[in-house]
């Protein structure tokens, strides 16, 4: 059986690989973000000459200085891909990580925004994720811009989204408006129209979201979990049935 976090693993790896986007030969991942990570680690594993950084990895940190030296690189132009999420997604790309209600966002409050902005505008790739799927997280209009998915052509940005990946599906971003581009197992163009708050195009024949191979999910029940175990213990017994030795 395929868990859908090795789903959207595979779905994140294949991004990570899109021949028309430029190449990621360094992806930053930030806290909690172990499904992007699984994607990261999978790609890496089949092959692929890319330097992964895990922001809060454990041991063998590549940031000695946390997020400082993470930005130092992104802002250099060292950093080519990072993920990003939100507690509110437009149809902008626009991200919510402060809340909902009158400023500051006091009715809901999210995580807050950190490092967002200064990511979203300074990588040149930025994948979207979040796993749930609903017209509370993915709304028409956002109530606070933690991060701008658009900016105006005077504004310097060396990237926007390449895509959101979600629980239910996959959308392709032009830098302007999404576009639904696979539909996970069980899904259908109506049921992603229904649980879906902002518009987006969904024109003719929207393919399924292929299946993890053989070797993909072996990759990651083997290999992939064996990187991550120390850092993501709790996900790797989830969703790998694996647990660090005593």
Known sequence: MIALEERLAVALAALILDPA????????VGAASPIPAAACWLVAKR????????????????????TRELFDLTGQGRIDLFFLGGGQID??????LLGTGDWPGNEVRFPGSFGSAFMYFMCPRTILFREEH????????????????????DVFRRGTAQALVTGKCVFAFDGARFRLASLHPG???ASIRAATGFDYDDAGEVPLTPDPTDEELALLRGTVCDEMLETYPDFCARVFGRKMAA
Request: without cysteine.
């Open 47 to 66: 092959g692929h000459p890319v330097r992964l950084s895990l922001l809060h990895k454990r041991s063998g940190n590549p940031f000695t200085e946390g």
């Open 134 to 153: 609903s017209p509370r997280v993915l709304v028409d209009q956002v109530a606070h811009i933690s991060a701008p998915g658009v900016s105006a052509p």
């Open 91 to 96: 149809g902008q790309a626009n991200l919510n």
């Open 21 to 28: 986007a430029p190449p990621a030969r360094h992806i930053a």
């Open 187 to 189: 899904e259908t163009k």
